[in-house]
């Protein structure tokens, strides 16, 4: 298994290319949100589901990490993702 060095620690390579999809997936998220836009991708979902038992108190996480927000029941997949990364929504 091949691994790779980040600022914040040495991981898998799939670990840190699941980081990076998480994180570009937000940053679209956010960008749909503020400007009335949808953005329903099966991967919004996916990525906000597998993480469901993140309690985010592990140093990794330390000062990079907003606290989850809640989300109103009837949340799409983006914005069940935007309050996954500590958006309001």
Aim: glycine letters at 8%; one cysteine or more.
């Amino acid at each position: 298994m091949k691994t790779v060095t980040l600022p914040f620690g040495v991981m898998p390579a799939g670990v840190a290319l699941a980081i990076a999809i998480m994180d570009v997936t937000t940053h679209a998220c956010d960008i749909a949100a503020r400007t009335g836009q949808t953005f329903d991708d099966w991967r919004c979902s996916g990525g906000a589901r597998e993480r469901e038992a993140d309690d985010r108190s592990g140093a990794a996480h330390a000062g990079r990490v907003r606290r989850r927000e809640p989300a109103p029941p009837n949340a799409t997949p983006a914005e069940k993702l935007l309050a996954f990364a500590g958006r309001k929504v």
